[in-house]
């Protein structure tokens, strides 16, 4: 879910129960690179993550199962997720109000389950 540029948005979109495996970026990624965009609301619950790849716009560095990016505050709901394989389970840059956290599953194979 992105926001391209000033004034555009991508809230309120639900992301269940899918499966996101072996992608160049990051498994599911949420982007607001300007001010004045809308990218909160979103809600990411039940899928399952592994073996993605970075995301280089959120400064990551190391594959990711979920990256979040933003300049402004949003707030995101990203619970029950069960993520494997990678560096970062869940990296968000930026100020990210993240509710529902306790309840991901993170496989031994991921090193950081949340950097925040």
Do not use: C, W
């Amino acid at each position: 879910m992105f926001a391209p540029f000033p004034g555009t948005a991508s809230y309120n979109n639900t992301v269940v129960r899918n499966i996101a495996i072996g992608n160049g970026e990051g498994g599911i990624n949420i982007h607001s690179h300007a001010p004045h965009q809308n990218v909160s609301g979103n809600v990411i619950v039940n899928n399952t993550l592994a073996g993605n790849g970075a995301d280089p716009d959120a400064g990551s560095g190391h594959p990711n199962g979920i990256a979040l990016l933003t300049v402004t505050p949003q707030s995101e709901t990203i619970a029950a997720n069960r993520i494997s394989d990678e560096y970062y389970g869940i990296v968000a840059t930026g100020p990210f109000a993240l509710h529902g956290l306790p309840s991901n599953k993170f496989a031994a194979s991921v090193s950081v389950p949340l950097q925040q």
